[in-house]
């Protein structure tokens, strides 16, 4: 058993505190995530198998080959390996009611563009979709969601729109028989969420420290929520400062319940439980 400082417990590929160390500034360059130094663990558990599928007997080797080639696929396979995503259909629900009434009160005779910035498996946006049928009595209401995410794994898996019966358990009746086809045969025991919703929704990879976003708004809400909590302060109001100008007029944006917004008040203005819209030039919060 090895007792030295760098681990308590033999694991199957060199892992020192260096590598960890060295894994948190490549994240957090490539994707603003900043890594807690608790995450040692998470992290190892996370990678060991990049070094199982690439050949690599230590982190230090794996790590050295990504450097060597800032452009290869793995490094996509290196973010979505860290990278969280925990979802789920109406997760903090007063969002979509304050949607519902945001959609159902906005001008009409334009298409209403909407952006899940953090789309992780597609319940966040399949729920935008909901809400805009409801608020306009329509499976065909006039909006377009963009669905966004860096992890390219789980964007794969949103744009199917197939889901476990139990991801699904918890919603109204309803609204499981208005919005998802139960899988027969071979599908038992899962349910795809309708054509007429997923032909609302653009499932696209993006890294929002990209220096250059390829969309466009104004958009009339903006969602990215429990993101903010993965990143440094500086990155949180660089996003805020990228958000900000994509908002439609009386546009808003969601961010999680356990999020604020740290030194941005003179930027938006609260709406409500962790709804925000952009605040006028001179107006503060």
């Known amino acids: 058993m090895t007792t030295t400082g760098d681990s308590a417990l033999e694991r199957e590929f060199g892992f020192t505190t260096a590598d960890f160390e060295r894994v948190r500034g490549m994240i957090h360059r490539r994707a603003g995530i900043a890594l807690a130094p608790g995450k040692r663990d998470l992290v190892y558990s996370r990678l060991a198998r990049r070094l199982r599928i690439t050949g690599h007997r230590r982190f230090a080797e794996y790590l050295d080959a990504l450097d060597d080639a800032p452009d290869t696929g793995e490094w996509q396979e290196f973010v979505n390996a860290l990278t969280t995503n925990l979802t789920s259909f109406f997760r903090e629900p007063h969002h979509f009611d304050r949607l519902r009434d945001q959609l159902a009160s906005w001008p009409r005779g334009r298409r209403i563009l909407l952006w899940s910035s953090a789309a992780s498996t597609g319940e966040e946006a399949y729920s935008i979709a909901i809400a805009a049928a409801e608020a306009f009595g329509t499976l065909s209401p006039p909006v377009s969601i963009l669905a966004t995410d860096i992890d390219t794994a789980v964007l794969a898996t949103a744009a199917r729109g197939v889901y476990a019966e139990e991801r699904v358990a918890g919603l109204p009746s309803s609204q499981l028989r208005r919005y998802f086809r139960r899988g027969i045969g071979a599908n038992r ?30 958009f009339a809400a903006i969602f990215c929520r429990n993101v903010m909590i993965y990143f440094d302060k500086p990155t949180q109001r660089a996003l805020l400062q990228r958000f900000i100008p994509l908002l439609a007029d009386h546009g808003l944006l969601f961010l999680g319940h356990s999020e604020s917004l740290f030194e941005a008040g003179q930027l938006l203005v609260s709406e409500g439980r962790t709804a925000y819209r952009r605040a006028a030039i001179g107006q503060a919060a």
């Open 189 to 218: 025991g899962q349910c795809r969420v309708i054509e007429e919703l997923r032909s609302l929704i653009s499932f696209r990879p993006l890294n929002l420290l990209d220096a250059r976003w390829p969309l466009r708004g104004p």
